[in-house]
């Protein structure tokens, strides 16, 4: 069967470096807290950034209480990171349920409740890069014995797809907390790497997240038309989506303008909304527009299932401001390595390439090579860190430098042969290979 090889995945040795001007992080605004995420990441950082606890339901009456008491106030003490210091491995999933608030979103006559959009997010120990590593819902994947909210195990599983571990659990719980336990216990399984909670949106907070943010912009490159995604239709172009259109493009996976329905297409579609998500989350000033603020956590609060020790105001509002200086070039995605199933052409199945990623993941390194580190420093001989020789001191095999003469000259015949052709616009495939927020992943126009 057809091996689809990873691009761009890290090396194991690759030190676990920050990303270039790692230096200049601390400057960047608060509002740069909310940018390390995306759908469900927005949502966690979201709640973060709250530091009353405040009811977030029915009617509220607001007063702009720093316009009113003025500057002559204590200072503001920046809340603590309860994990400083630490990576972080949090599941996010995106649940199916047709239950509760759900039903008027989306009514197809399906029940139970399922996960097709698993990534892991992983926050580096000092907090200068995202990473989002998408797994598919048709790995084929064993599912071990599994835990629920109620204190009861589900039945193990052989040979089955990776989202089926989700679905057991809601049937065996009877509740989200249970498939995202059974989840979250299937990917430490399969990765040997520990995850430090979960976070799960439904259908009604994905739409009700997109909408409070005032829709997403992204480069629609073909007309799109899905029936089965509840009648789907987008434009070719630079497209403004609302919160139904974005749940049914996330949704998307077959029909006109979507490859060839699979979910590894989905995958990159879900990635690029994503990156496209967490800029226009760090466009807006959402931590000092208290009421866009207030009614971007309305959103979130009656959405999310989170793991308990991500349910603290202050622990998630810590860990929120130390990530304050995230960049759209800091935050990447990716799909971790796969290959068609050889006994089942519907499934995939991990590769090697795999066993790197996760061996990175456990060790805090760069999963991939996207996201620029910076330069190796040198010391005042003019040598870098590892004792290499620079510039100033070629090495032995190093080629003769040319005539001063004879480089003017070849610069000069060099500038008359140029190409004054601009060259297109270099892409990177979501889905395919790594990409940051701030990677071109499609062309429009």
């Known amino acids: ?49 709250a530091t009353a606890a405040v009811t977030l339901t029915g009617n509220i009456t607001t007063v702009d209480a720093d316009a009113a008491l003025g500057t002559d106030r204590p200072e ?15 599941l996010l999933l995106g649940s199916d349920s047709r239950g509760g608030d759900n039903a008027g979103v989306v009514d197809d006559g399906t029940d139970g409740a399922r996960s097709d959009t698993t990534m892991v997010m992983h926050i580096s120990a000092d907090r200068s890069r995202v990473e989002l590593m998408s797994i598919p819902r048709d790995t084929t994947v064993d599912i071990p014995s599994c835990p629920t909210s109620s204190g009861g195990q589900t039945a193990p599983m052989y040979g089955v797809k990776f989202n089926a571990s989700f679905a057991a659990g809601v049937m065996t719980g009877g509740d989200v ?47 799109i038309s899905s029936k089965k995604a509840d009648n789907l239709v987008l434009s070719a172009g630079v497209q403004t989506l609302d919160g139904k259109t ?40 959402l931590l000092t527009d208290s009421p866009q603020l207030l009614q971007f956590l309305g959103a979130v609060t009656g959405s999310l299932t989170m793991s308990s020790n991500l349910g603290s ?24 390595p796969w290959q068609y199933d050889p006994s089942n052409p519907n499934n995939v199945v991990l590769t090697d390439e795999a066993t790197t990623v996760f061996d990175n993941l456990r ?10 580190v910076e330069d190796e420093p040198t010391d005042e001989e003019g040598s870098t860190a590892d004792g290499d020789a620079t510039q100033d001191e070629p ?17 000069d015949d060099d500038s008359q042969d140029a190409d004054p ?10 889905g395919e290979e790594a990409f940051t927020g701030a990677d071109v992943t499609a062309v429009c126009g």
Do not use: W
């Open 1 to 49: 069967m057809k091996h689809t090889p990873a691009r761009h995945v890290a090396p194991r040795h690759v030190p676990p470096r920050g990303p270039a001007h790692a230096r200049t992080l601390r400057r960047h605004s608060a509002v740069r807290a909310l940018g390390m995420v995306a759908t469900a990441v927005i949502a966690f950082t979201g709640v973060g950034a």
């Open 76 to 90: 503001v003490v920046a809340p603590e990171d309860p994990s400083a210091g630490s990576a972080l491995n949090i």
């Open 177 to 223: 907390e249970s498939g995202a336990l059974c989840t979250m216990k299937t990917v430490e399984t399969i990765s040997d790497v520990r995850m430090d909670g979960f976070i799960v949106v439904d259908f009604s907070g994905f739409e009700q997240m997109i909408e409070a943010l005032g829709g997403v912009e992204m480069c629609i490159p073909n007309d």
């Open 246 to 285: 974005a749940l049914k493009y996330a949704r998307a996976r077959t029909g006109q303008g979507l490859g060839d329905g699979s979910d590894i297409g989905r995958i990159a579609r879900q990635q690029e909304l994503m990156a496209a998500l967490a800029r226009t989350v760090l466009g807006q000033n």
């Open 313 to 336: 105001i202050q622990g998630l509002a810590g860990l929120a401001y130390s990530a304050r200086g995230l960049r759209p070039d800091t935050i990447a995605f990716m799909t971790v």
């Open 363 to 372: 060790n805090d390194r760069p999963l991939s090579d996207v996201i620029a």
């Open 395 to 411: 090495a032995d095999d190093a080629p003769a430098q040319d005539d001063p003469a004879d480089q003017e000259t070849t610069a």
């Open 421 to 430: 052709t601009p060259k297109p616009t270099q892409t990177r495939e979501a």
